[in-house]
């Protein structure tokens, strides 16, 4: 270990660097002194050149004296606001009409079918994106016999909700108006 003695530019250097830890005043008086420096070299530095598309909107300010462009802020983000809810309307016995062809397409699957001879009897009564999820179920989860006649439960220009009794349960269909009609857009077993 090396002998420290009080002679010597590594001695000045330690006593430089020991004198903010020797009190609490020291300590305080060190913050201060070092937040001054800051301070002032921020102060003394020049400002940054602007970026070039600040430049370009100043050019083009000073050439058109009367056309100002507006600064530029960030814009806050953007929120969705619930709109009221649709007004209700009378249900489109068309609408109710494309459900019941829909369920007896829907429970018309003879045992050995395929999935894609099932989609193809539901593809005049659905829309396209409903089309692709459907392809995921089995026809043989879906109901045999259509137990009532489809009834409106809610009714808006574009949409209706509309119950379906099967002989596996009640269904909940959702048919929209497109271009090309009623079409169902989703059905949910009720309870």
């Known amino acids: 270990m090396p002998i420290r003695t009080h002679r010597g530019r590594a001695a000045v250097y330690r006593r430089l660097w020991g004198w903010p830890l020797r009190s609490p005043k020291h300590l ?18 020049p400002e940054p050149p602007p970026s ?9 300010a000073t050439e058109h004296p ?17 709109q009221a809810a649709p007004t209700p309307v009378a249900p489109d016995p068309a609408g109710v009409a494309v459900v019941e062809q829909w369920g007896k397409a829907w429970v018309d699957h003879p045992v050995g ?3 894609q001879q099932w989609l193809s009897k539901l593809r005049p009564y659905t829309t396209e994106e409903f089309l692709t999820e459907m392809a995921s179920v089995d026809p043989s989860n879906a109901g045999n016999v259509i137990t009532g006649a489809a009834t409106a439960v809610h009714s808006t220009a574009g949409s209706m909700a509309v119950r379906l009794p099967t002989d596996i349960g009640v269904l909940s269909v959702t048919v929209n108006k497109t271009p090309a009609g009623w079409r169902v857009a989703q059905y949910d077993k009720e309870g």
């Open 66 to 82: 009367a056309v100002v462009p507006p600064p530029r802020t960030k814009s806050p983000p953007t929120i969705a606001v619930p």
């Open 52 to 60: 070039t598309n600040m430049a370009a909107s100043r050019t083009r």
């Open 28 to 45: 305080v008086a060190a913050l201060i002194a070092c937040a001054a420096v800051a301070t002032a070299v921020g102060f003394l530095l």
């Open 113 to 115: 079918a395929d999935r």
